[in-house]
T-cell receptor, first 121, second 114 residues
Framework: GAVVSQHPSWVICKSGTSVKIECRSL??????MFWYRQFPKQSLMLMAT?????????EQGVEKDKFLINHASLTLSTLTVTSAHPEDSSFYIC?????????????????FGAGTRLSVL | AQSVAQPEDQVNVAEGNPLTVKCTYS??????LFWYVQYPNRGLQFLLK??????LVKGSYGFEAEFNKSQTSFHLKKPSALVSDSALYFC????????????FGAGTRLAVHP
């Protein structure tokens, strides 16, 4: 199956600093990628949909200026947590669809990165 | 409103026994349904999907799921559980509208005991 690489896997930062997380589709192109946040023992919460070459679409309640998303190419989307605070500590996961995959079934599968654990001190 | 429910926080099963992880959904139109598995500190791995066709869907690692339209359910099953199947399982449905967003259930932790 398709592979999505997410980097870094773990980051610790001081309060007030910014952290960038990268999400790459390694062997396919993705015009759309998704960013999720997961709290301990909870489900995934969709934060935003990243669109190549255009602005991201944020879910209700997610601060656009806090979580900056850039989808500069068909294989890379980045999430920057600006002026991070301890309450931003969480597990962030990205996903992407192989939109050029043959068949309707394959196109609808989202492939997930391994996640990034952010700890803000 | 579109939603996914996983009624069990945790399922315990002995190794070698059959397992079932329950999922029900609410969505307008024909559902696109998915199961994913998550191991500790990892992203989600795709297990199987239902979009159309046979109600019994076979997926990775010996898992299968049965789509039941009348009960709006998509339960995950495996005939013989392995200790290595212990993980967090998420059921998801594709949301209507653009971008093919997924709506996830709360997750069910599967514990397989030797």
């Amino acid at each position: 199956g398709a592979v999505v690489s997410q980097h870094p896997s773990w980051v610790i930062c001081k309060s007030g600093t910014s952290v960038k997380i990268e999400c790459r589709s390694l062997d396919f192109q993705a015009t759309t990628m998704f960013w999720y946040r997961q709290f301990p023992k909870q489900s995934l919460m969709l934060m935003a949909t990243s669109n190549e070459g255009s602005k991201a679409t944020y879910e209700q309640g997610v601060e656009k200026d806090k979580f900056l998303i850039n989808h500069a190419s068909l294989t890379l989307s980045t999430l920057t947590v600006t002026s991070a605070h301890p309450e931003d500590s969480s597990f962030y996961i990205c996903s992407a669809r192989d939109e050029l995959a043959g068949g309707r079934l394959a196109k609808n599968i989202q492939y997930f990165g391994a996640g990034t654990r952010l700890s803000v001190l | 409103a579109q939603s996914v429910a996983q009624p069990e926080d945790q399922v315990n099963v002995a190794e070698g026994n059959p397992l079932t992880v329950k999922c029900t959904y609410s969505v307008s139109g024909n559902p696109y349904l998915f199961w994913y598995v998550q191991y500790p500190n990892r992203g989600l791995q795709f297990l199987l999907k239902y979009i159309t066709g046979d109600n019994l869907v076979k997926g990775s690692y010996g898992f299968e799921a049965e789509f039941n339209k009348s009960q709006t359910s998509f339960h995950l099953k495996k005939p013989s559980a392995l200790v290595s199947d212990s993980a967090l399982y998420f059921c998801a449905v594709r949301a209507s509208g653009g971008y093919n967003k997924l709506i996830f259930g709360a997750g069910t932790r599967l514990a397989v005991h030797p």
